[in-house]
């Protein structure tokens, strides 16, 4: 049993049925990433981990206890964090204001929610740069690590990332996967969407590649980097 384990899940969007039976496992202190096409399910997996879309069929397994039909937000009291495609920062409020929203789940716990603020400062520098400055005005680059110190803010045992180098220029992308070796480095589990699947496969432990909604291949990450259908599909040969 892992810290997070999906048996069997079928999703729909009202008719169009999104997952097809998706199985999978992430073990406490693993990177995992999910590789694939766009429309392929990556998204629509985090999505129902997350408890933004409920599965018709099939469990969602944290620490051993179901979560189909947990609240979303009690899921991340329970331990899971998003930092979503396309960042979604608040764009009207500031870098300290955006950070305190992510720490919610603690309450009023100032001493965990300034201790959580001084490691996000810590490992995003730029943002304590900018902490006054409205997110909006931020760079990409610097909206993306606004969008992961959010989540971070919550002290999740699993964080989940839906596509971090999205619109990042390549030395950006390096600094950001940098951070999430480091993240991970410091005890948390990483489920990691990613376009760039080279990157990420060097990143991960193991993946998951899918395919119109279900699992096509599955393994370590070294067995997948060396697997011609990947090499064809998603490393450019």
Known sequence: MGLLELRDIHTYYGHVHALKGISLTVEAGEIVTLIGANGAGKTTTLRTISGLERPRQGQVLFEEQETNRVPAHEIVYRGISQAPEGRKVFAT?????????GAYSLGNDKEAIEENRRRVFKLFPRLEERKRQIAGTLSGGEQQMLAIGRALMARPKLLMLDEPSLGLAPMLVKAIFQTIRE????????????????????????????????????????????????KAAYLGG
């Open 183 to 230: 993240i991970n480095e410091q005890g948390v589990t990483i489920l990691l969407v990613e376009q760039n699947a080279r990157v990420a496969l060097r990143l991960a432990d193991k993946g998951y590649v899918l395919e119109t909604g279900a699992i096509a291949l599955a393994g370590t990450s070294q067995e997948l980097l060396d697997d011609p259908r990947v």
């Open 93 to 101: 409020l500031t870098v300290q204001e955006n950070l305190n929203m």
